[in-house]
């Protein structure tokens, strides 16, 4: 399949074929390539990233693609927004080229291969989401290797993602250098997410308080806090008067996610946090 350059200003590649076809052209002129994967319905967040690697590299490739394999049967995957031609107006000028699989193109029929990893993907998200790391080392796993970019960038706000990407591409041997881009926020603080569209006037205006919470938190473990369950428990206690489930808050060692377990950090702590508003799950973190 070859590209599509009529659809939209940026050309789409639909297929791996297509893919590699664009990179090696850009290989021959002696160009250096970036990917930014995301599952599109793109934000401020995403462009960044995009602008990133633009930085970092001559050509910048985009994958748009909401992946079925991280989402358990009861997530939002198929209510998961869809915007592509938003998405594509959103990258002129920004993007060199938009990969767009579908399914079949990723999976295709008698797909068998699952990349799991122990350890950093076992608290936190790991818990309450014991399928999604593997669906997303995998996917990463296969955009990285269709599209051998130089550099592939991700979002700070998904923390745990980013560990188990570097994990994964320093066990695999995978020639990729892995950039985390910092976390884009609104007025009020709430980390810009796809998901951030699900809320009503009224959780919107209660989602701010989360930034608020990991903040005064942060400032607090910084002034000499020991990092003891009470700490965080005292954040629990305040974010559960806005949101209605939070699955964890926890202050962790920011490369393993491990806990201190003497209550001081030995090592650069991180706040994590996954809460749910209504019917949102919403997740962020910030260095302590
Ligand atoms: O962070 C995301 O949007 C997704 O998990 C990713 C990295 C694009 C894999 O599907």
Redesign the pocket.
């Known amino acids: 399949m070859p590209l599509d350059t009529k659809s939209y200003a940026v050309p789409v590649a639909r297929s791996a074929a297509a893919l590699r076809d664009a990179v090696a052209e850009w290989r021959r002129e002696g160009r250096t390539v970036a990917l930014v994967?995301?599952?599109g319905a793109l934000h401020d967040g995403h462009l960044s990233l995009v602008d990133l690697g633009r930085e970092k590299a001559d050509r910048v490739i985009v994958?748009i693609?909401?992946?079925p394999t991280?989402f358990a049967p009861h997530e939002d995957f198929s209510a998961y927004p869809r915007t592509e031609a938003a998405d594509a107006a959103r990258l002129e000028g920004k993007a060199h080229l938009i990969f767009a699989p579908d399914a079949a193109d990723m999976y295709p029929q008698g797909f068998s291969t699952t990349i799991s990893l122990t350890g950093v993907t076992e608290p936190l998200e790991g818990t309450f989401r014991p399928t999604h790391f593997a669906?997303?080392a995998t996917?990463?796993a296969k955009?990285i290797l269709r599209a051998m970019p130089d550099v592939a960038i991700?979002?700070e706000k998904?923390w745990q993602?980013l560990m188990v990407?570097r994990r994964m591409v320093a066990d695999l041997d995978i020639p990729v250098e892995i950039l985390g881009g910092a976390i884009m926020r609104e007025a009020d603080g709430l980390a810009m997410s796809?998901r951030n569209v699900y809320l009503s006037p009224d959780e919107r205006k209660a989602a701010g308080q989360l930034n608020v919470i990991l903040r005064e938190t942060a400032a607090h473990v910084a002034k000499g806090a020991r990092i003891s369950d009470a700490t965080a428990e005292g954040a629990r206690r305040v974010l559960a008067l806005g949101f209605d489930k939070i699955d964890y808050l926890e202050i962790r060692d920011s490369g393993s996610l491990v806990a201190y377990p003497d209550d001081r950090p030995t090592s650069s702590a991180r706040i994590l946090v996954a809460a749910k508003i209504g019917k949102t799950r919403l997740i962020d973190n910030m260095p302590v």
Do not use: C, H
Request: net charge negative; proline share 5%; glycine share 10%.
């Open positions: 994967p995301t599952m994958s693609f909401v992946n991280q669906g997303v996917v990463v955009l991700f979002g998904d993602q990407i796809s």
